[in-house]
Nanobody
Framework: QVQLVESGGGLVQAGGSLKLSCAAS???????????VGWFRQAPGKEREFVAS????????EYTDSVKGRFAISRDNALNTVYLQMNNLTPEDTALYYC??????????????????WGRGTAVTVSS
């Protein structure tokens, strides 16, 4: 079993920044192998949507159009942690942000059903 814990959410004014973290742990993490990580978000009353993903090495990243140029995903495998730097936030970014892992050499999927493990999320609220 792999546990994922997100942190870094909070309340911020429009135009502000937050940096989310997704820390992986668990007895089976070393056996989990190479994995991609994806960030997803779910706003109240809306479906969960893909935000960004990163491959194992960190060399490949992917973003949904609405966050391109504002968000940056990165990872530190020595710390088993993936980050999501979010800049120039808008009220439309308000949501519960989740990270998920998927065993893959390439990027994670934009399809959440392809992921093996999920965290419980961290809430981001952007005020206007």
């Amino acid at each position: 079993q792999v546990q994922l814990v997100e942190s870094g959410g909070g309340l911020v004014q429009a135009g502000g920044s937050l940096k989310l973290s997704c820390a992986a742990s668990g007895r089976t993490l070393s056996n989990y192998g190479i994995y991609a990580v994806g960030w997803f978000r779910q706003a109240p009353g809306k479906e969960r949507e893909f935000v960004a993903s990163i491959n194992w090495s960190g060399a490949r990243t992917e973003y949904t159009d609405s966050v391109k140029g504002r968000f940056a995903i990165s990872r530190d495998n020595a710390l088993n942690t993936v980050y999501l730097q979010m800049n120039n936030l808008t009220p439309e970014d308000t949501a519960l942000y989740y990270c998920g892992t998927r065993r893959a050499h390439g990027l994670g999927s934009q399809d959440g059903s392809q992921y093996d493990y999920w965290g419980r999320g961290t809430a981001v609220t952007v005020s206007s």
